[in-house]
């Protein structure tokens, strides 16, 4: 019926104008929140908004699309469904007004996994309380209902006929679609696109309550940890991590370079000549490991300090949306422009809109590459030549300082090389192997044009990889072998300080280490990295899925919950693991399990870093 649609429709827009009400709701409710961001940069978050309002509404109604097909399903049931369902959500996103100041995000399952006694117990009370959520709700629902009644009055009715039907199904369940996943872009939306203004509170104003949950809501929900008191686990891990003492080069510029898929063991035989140049002029840590094995997971590590300790990536955790301190956010405060480049498509891996979300001003893709269409490998992207001569270009011209992220993309399975350069380099015992001659050559010309640039001898470079790949030797296939991958810190005009060549350090380290060069502080940053340049063994922890890895100086403890851990030490040198005698590993390994986990569950760190 003709009718029935019409009236879905009719429902539908009649909500996106409530939604966008409950917004502004959220925005005055909050209002502390938006004092610092002008008029202009709140309109953009409503009008973002529309976007995953309307996503939102169609995702939870998607059924009522199937109903209007479905020959004389009643029209009072359907109704009564439908006002039924989206009052319920409605009564949830106001409520969700008051929960996010405890929460610090919108609304999950897991808020009702983790507190379904509790509301049980106290739920007259909070209702008697909080009495003008659910009565708003109510009387919202009531007043579009007798609307509804209305317009379903005037509206006249007509019988679809069957060679109309069916096309029309088709196109309606494909529009449906299209509206769920937010338009025709390569990547679905998600609940990290909300935050590509680059403010966590404009993230949370873009969004709404109703998408958060039905998108995090398969997201497996992180338990908490209690093997030491909340005051206990602060004070373990203020000393646990060492402070920023070191004096760089304030207001240098920084350049991460993030290598597709390099393992350490690479530069050790021989197939990365110019890393190993370049190392020699700053520094390359010996014991440098990743601290996921996923691309996916590498951003939140490098940029905010934020390691993968769970199955589920932190871009893709129930915690995404938690506010964070990282290199990025903290140089833009500092005056840094701020810019990422990535050679695969828009929305490859989460990269633009996690970078966009947490620091990172612009992000460019081979979407922005105006080079040849030789220049595209036809797999992933643009090749490494190309696109680090396009992100030099780029980078020049920026104004100083400026802090840049560059990941490479050619060693990616199916490690392609272009014409021109096969048969260039060593083929070696692994099909990686060529690739990453080929990438490391195209550094070594990277390096060579940057150097003629007026920028260059005021920059810090940090170089290493998102995780390792295919592994030949003994020495790296084990737990330990398979996060080791390169870590070096190189500056032009700058000597790195002696003997720190051989300090554990991962992924995590570098927010810190970048803030100790350019001498701005770390507030705000979580307790997990540290700088490398603060004396000490150092430290890495990485999942294992189930249970994890730590490493710290010569010894590694591997653990998990059911089964009591075990302690080895570990030569460097050889690679090889054998059983030790337990220390304090364990305590340590619990305490950062327990300060990281914790801290997604309730969106916010224990205790942050105050230097």
């Given at each position: 019926?003709?009718?029935?649609?019409?009236?879905?429709?009719?429902?539908?827009?009649?909500?996106?104008?409530?939604?966008?009400?409950?917004?502004?709701?959220?925005?005055?409710?909050?209002?502390?929140?938006?004092?610092?961001?002008?008029?202009?940069?709140?309109?953009?978050?409503?009008?973002?908004?529309?976007?995953?309002?309307?996503?939102?509404?169609?995702?939870?109604?998607?059924?009522?699309?199937?109903?209007?097909?479905?020959?004389?399903?009643?029209?009072?049931?359907?109704?009564?469904?439908?006002?039924?369902?989206?009052?319920?959500?409605?009564?949830?996103?106001?409520?969700?007004?008051?929960?996010?100041?405890?929460?610090?995000?919108?609304?999950?399952?897991?808020?009702?996994?983790?507190?379904?006694?509790?509301?049980?117990?106290?739920?007259?009370?909070?209702?008697?309380?909080?009495?003008?959520?659910?009565?708003?709700?109510?009387?919202?629902?009531?007043?579009?209902?007798?609307?509804?009644?209305?317009?379903?009055?005037?509206?006249?009715?007509?019988?679809?006929?069957?060679?109309?039907?069916?096309?029309?199904?088709?196109?309606?369940?494909?529009?449906?679609?299209?509206?769920?996943?937010?338009?025709?872009?390569?990547?679905?939306?998600?609940?990290?696109?909300?935050?590509?203004?680059?403010?966590?509170?404009?993230?949370?104003?873009?969004?709404?309550?109703?998408?958060?949950?039905?998108?995090?809501?398969?997201?497996?929900?992180?338990?908490?940890?209690?093997?030491?008191?909340?005051?206990?686990?602060?004070?373990?891990?203020?000393?646990?991590?060492?402070?920023?003492?070191?004096?760089?080069?304030?207001?240098?510029?920084?350049?991460?370079?993030?290598?597709?898929?390099?393992?350490?063991?690479?530069?050790?035989?021989?197939?990365?000549?110019?890393?190993?140049?370049?190392?020699?002029?700053?520094?390359?840590?010996?014991?440098?490991?990743?601290?996921?094995?996923?691309?996916?997971?590498?951003?939140?590590?490098?940029?905010?300090?934020?390691?993968?300790?769970?199955?589920?990536?932190?871009?893709?955790?129930?915690?995404?949306?938690?506010?964070?301190?990282?290199?990025?956010?903290?140089?833009?405060?500092?005056?840094?422009?701020?810019?990422?480049?990535?050679?695969?498509?828009?929305?490859?891996?989460?990269?633009?809109?996690?970078?966009?979300?947490?620091?990172?001003?612009?992000?460019?893709?081979?979407?922005?590459?105006?080079?040849?269409?030789?220049?595209?490998?036809?797999?992933?992207?643009?090749?490494?030549?190309?696109?680090?001569?396009?992100?030099?270009?780029?980078?020049?011209?920026?104004?100083?300082?400026?802090?840049?992220?560059?990941?490479?993309?050619?060693?990616?399975?199916?490690?392609?090389?272009?014409?021109?350069?096969?048969?260039?380099?060593?083929?070696?015992?692994?099909?990686?192997?060529?690739?990453?001659?080929?990438?490391?050559?195209?550094?070594?010309?990277?390096?060579?044009?940057?150097?003629?640039?007026?920028?260059?001898?005021?920059?810090?470079?940090?170089?290493?990889?998102?995780?390792?790949?295919?592994?030949?030797?003994?020495?790296?296939?084990?737990?330990?072998?398979?996060?080791?991958?390169?870590?070096?810190?190189?500056?032009?005009?700058?000597?790195?300080?002696?003997?720190?060549?051989?300090?554990?350090?991962?992924?995590?380290?570098?927010?810190?280490?970048?803030?100790?060069?350019?001498?701005?502080?770390?507030?705000?940053?979580?307790?997990?990295?540290?700088?490398?340049?603060?004396?000490?063994?150092?430290?890495?922890?990485?999942?294992?899925?189930?249970?994890?890895?730590?490493?710290?100086?010569?010894?590694?403890?591997?653990?998990?919950?059911?089964?009591?851990?075990?302690?080895?030490?570990?030569?460097?040198?050889?690679?090889?693991?054998?059983?030790?005698?337990?220390?304090?590993?364990?305590?340590?390994?619990?305490?950062?399990?327990?300060?990281?986990?914790?801290?997604?569950r309730q969106s916010r760190w224990s205790v942050t870093r105050s230097e």
């Amino acid at each position: 019926k003709t009718k029935q649609l019409k009236l879905l429709l009719f429902r539908l827009v009649t909500l996106m104008v409530v939604y966008t009400l409950v917004r502004v709701g959220f925005s005055v409710y909050h209002s502390g929140l938006f004092q610092s961001h002008p008029i202009s940069e709140l309109l953009i978050s409503f009008i973002h908004g529309l976007r995953f309002d309307w996503a939102a509404l169609c995702w939870l109604n998607a059924c009522f699309f199937l109903f209007v097909f479905i020959p004389r399903f009643p029209a009072v049931l359907n109704k009564t469904l439908f006002y039924a369902l989206n009052a319920s959500f409605l009564i949830g996103g106001l409520a969700d007004l008051e929960l996010f100041t405890f929460n610090g995000r919108r609304m999950s399952r897991e808020f009702f996994t983790s507190v379904t006694a509790d509301i049980i117990q106290h739920l007259p009370a909070l209702t008697l309380y909080f009495w003008y959520f659910p009565v708003t709700g109510f009387v919202v629902a009531w007043l579009v209902w007798k609307l509804d009644s209305k317009v379903e009055g005037k509206l006249r009715d007509s019988t679809i006929k069957w060679a109309l039907a069916a096309p029309l199904f088709v196109l309606t369940i494909g529009l449906v679609f299209v509206s769920i996943r937010g338009g025709l872009q390569q990547k679905s939306i998600h609940v990290q696109t909300a935050f590509t203004q680059g403010s966590n509170e404009l993230g949370h104003l873009t969004l709404n309550t109703t998408y958060h949950f039905l998108r995090t809501f398969n997201t497996p929900v992180t338990s908490r940890r209690a093997f030491f008191s909340e005051s206990e686990l602060n004070n373990k891990i203020t000393q646990l991590t060492g402070k920023n003492s070191f004096a760089g080069k304030k207001g240098d510029n920084v350049v991460i370079i993030i290598l597709e898929s390099f393992s350490l063991e690479y530069l050790e035989q021989g197939y990365a000549p110019f890393l190993n140049e370049l190392s020699e002029k700053g520094v390359l840590f010996t014991a440098g490991f990743a601290n996921g094995r996923r691309s996916i997971e590498v951003l939140s590590s490098i940029l905010d300090g934020v390691p993968s300790v769970q199955e589920v990536p932190f871009s893709k955790s129930n915690a995404q949306g938690m506010a964070l301190e990282g290199v990025a956010t903290k140089l833009k405060t500092a005056g840094y422009q701020t810019v990422f480049f990535h050679g695969a498509g828009k929305g490859s891996m989460g990269f633009e809109t996690y970078s966009l979300a947490h620091g990172f001003e612009r992000y460019h893709s081979n979407a922005d590459f105006n080079g040849q269409a030789e220049d595209n490998d036809g797999q992933w992207g643009i090749y490494d030549g190309p696109w680090l001569n396009y992100s030099l270009k780029e980078i020049t011209k920026l104004k100083p300082p400026f802090l840049a992220g560059i990941f490479t993309l050619s060693s990616h399975q199916p490690y392609l090389i272009p014409p021109q350069w096969q048969d260039k380099f060593p083929k070696g015992t692994l099909e990686i192997h060529a690739s990453i001659g080929y990438t490391d050559r195209m550094l070594r010309d990277f390096f060579a044009a940057a150097s003629q640039e007026a920028w260059f001898k005021n920059t810090l470079f940090v170089i290493t990889a998102d995780h390792t790949q295919k592994l030949s030797t003994t020495k790296f296939q084990n737990t330990v072998g398979l996060y080791r991958v390169p870590l070096i810190l190189f500056h032009p005009t700058q000597a790195m300080p002696k003997g720190i060549a051989g300090k554990v350090v991962q992924h995590v380290d570098i927010p810190a280490t970048v803030l100790d060069w350019v001498e701005v502080d770390a507030s705000g940053l979580n307790y997990v990295g540290e700088s490398m340049f603060t004396p000490g063994p150092g430290k890495a922890l990485q999942y294992l899925q189930p249970g994890w890895q730590y490493v710290k100086g010569d010894r590694v403890f591997l653990w998990d919950e059911i089964n009591p851990g075990v302690e080895y030490h570990w030569d460097q040198k050889s690679g090889v693991l054998k059983t030790a005698a337990p220390s304090n590993m364990e305590d340590e390994a619990k305490t950062l399990v327990q300060y990281l986990l914790n801290g997604f569950r309730q969106s916010r760190w224990s205790v942050t870093r105050s230097e």
